[in-house]
Nanobody, 124 residues
Framework: QVQFVESGGGSVQAGGSLRLSCAAS????????VGWFRQAPGKEREAVAAVGIGGGRTYYVDAVKGRFTISRDSEKNTVFLQMNNLKPEDTAMYYC?????????????????WGQGTQVTVSS
């Protein structure tokens, strides 16, 4: 069983930056993707970015391309999400998740392990 602890959320003004961290513990052998999802009040949880564990390929939803960067430190079992030029519409609870399937980086249903989330609030 993999456990995730997210950190780094907070409140910033539009145009600001935050760096989210996702530290994994327990059985950390993941063969698919580690991703970040977000859920705003009244909306469904949506994929934001992911990194493939095998080749390190990264994926982003169009809304964050050019502003967010996902990266990983394999030695520390930690995945990061650097978020720059934040916008009010980025306000949400952000969740780290992982799966062993190599398909559908943005398919929420395929993710097996989830963290508790960290809140990001962007004011205009």
């Amino acid at each position: 069983q993999v456990q995730f602890v997210e950190s780094g959320g907070g409140s910033v003004q539009a145009g600001g930056s935050l760096r989210l961290s996702c530290a994994a513990s327990g059985y950390t052998y993941i063969t698919g993707h580690v991703g970040w999802f977000r859920q705003a009040p009244g909306k469904e949880r949506e994929a934001v970015a992911a990194v493939g564990i095998g080749g390190g390929r990264t994926y982003y939803v169009d809304a964050v391309k050019g502003r967010f960067t996902i990266s990983r430190d394999s030695e520390k079992n930690t995945v990061f999400l650097q978020m720059n030029n934040l916008k009010p519409e980025d306000t949400a609870m952000y969740y780290c998740a992982a799966k062993n399937s190599g398909l559908g980086w943005d398919n929420r249903a395929l993710y097996n392990y989830w963290g508790q989330g960290t809140q990001v609030t962007v004011s205009s």
